[in-house]
């Protein structure tokens, strides 16, 4: 019912950016807040950065100053611009959206898109 399409993964060196792009479509409801987490081996999936449909930004604390997202409404598609990157930066980045159908909240989850930061 929620397709998310993830782009823009691969290998930079540290101090180098990436650009990721998550394309959301649904036949049901309507998506709400788009973001991004990411998940390094061993560790705990975190937040990295969520954008309402009005426009809200979240940051983790990690990325903030450094990555900026921003949404295209008209496509239901987010980017992420992840400027400085650090060799922490690496990890499989997932794009999840939030749909609301009849009055209930769904959660949603893209396969993921690697980014490693080599030092």
């Known amino acids: 019912q929620v397709q998310l399409v993830e782009s823009g993964g691969g290998l930079v060196q540290a101090g180098g950016s990436l650009r990721l792009s998550c394309a959301a479509s649904t036949s049901s409801g309507v998506i709400r807040a788009i973001g991004w987490y990411r998940q390094a081996p061993g560790k705990q999936r975190e937040l990295v950065a969520t954008?309402?449909?009005?426009?809200?930004?979240n940051y983790g604390d990690s990325v903030k100053d450094r990555f900026t997202i921003s949404r295209d409404n008209a496509k239901n598609t987010v980017y992420l611009e992840m400027n400085r990157l650090k060799p922490e930066d690496t990890a499989v980045y997932y794009c999840?959206?939030?749909?609301?159908?009849?009055?209930?909240?769904?959660?949603?989850w893209g396969r993921g898109t690697q980014v490693t930061v080599s030092s």
């Open positions: 954008i309402s449909s009005v426009g809200v930004t």
């Open positions: 999840n959206a939030d749909r609301i159908s009849r009055g209930i909240n769904y959660d949603h």
